[in-house]
């Protein structure tokens, strides 16, 4: 189908006049090539950032989109804790691992300055206990009878450290 030049030139001023109002509302275009399957989820994220971002207070309807029923984006929203969640973990052991290595390759890495940078990143927690909390702990062959019965802080491993959940 050809256009008339003047029929082009009349859409081209009709375009810019377009893209300059929308400019003046501080719009901005963007084109993004998706799926056909993605383009609800794309709307719909394309609609919460605009009402979230209007001048206005959020509708009932962006309310609705926030706590979505959708199970594809309650996936996405899973998965996008999950990820922030391993990232932290990732960050915390990382500041450990740091803390570990700053004494290598000249200096030594005690017992104590090893369980002071478990405990300051995460990987150990301290409890008061006035009694041997099981077998497997060692604060009975550490303390004298008299020095646990009085209270001492029994550090254990965190979920962090072990990798179970909490």
């Known amino acids: 189908m050809s256009t008339s030049p003047e029929h ?15 400019r003046d509302q501080g719009l901005v275009a963007v084109t993004v090539y998706v799926r056909p399957k993605a383009r609800p989820m794309v709307h719909l994220v ?44 990732r960050d915390a052991l990382r500041a450990f691992s740091k803390a570990v290595m700053r004494s290598w390759p000249h200096d030594d890495l005690d017992g104590g300055d090893l369980q002071d940078a478990a405990i300051a990143h995460g990987l150990l927690i301290g409890i008061l206990v006035s009694k041997s ?9 550490y303390y004298a009878p008299d020095e646990l019965a009085g209270g001492v802080i029994c550090y254990r491993p965190t979920p962090l450290l072990t990798g179970q959940k909490t």
């Open 46 to 89: 394309a609609t919460l950032i605009n009402e979230l971002t209007s001048p206005h207070a959020p509708t009932d309807r962006t309310k609705d989109m926030i706590l979505p029923t959708d199970p594809v984006v309650a996936t996405n929203r899973f998965l996008a804790d999950k990820v922030e969640s391993l990232l932290l973990e």
């Open 133 to 141: 909390c099981s077998e497997q702990c060692r604060c009975a062959e």
């Open 8 to 22: 082009r030139a009349a859409l081209a001023r009709w375009k810019a006049a377009e893209r300059a109002r929308r």
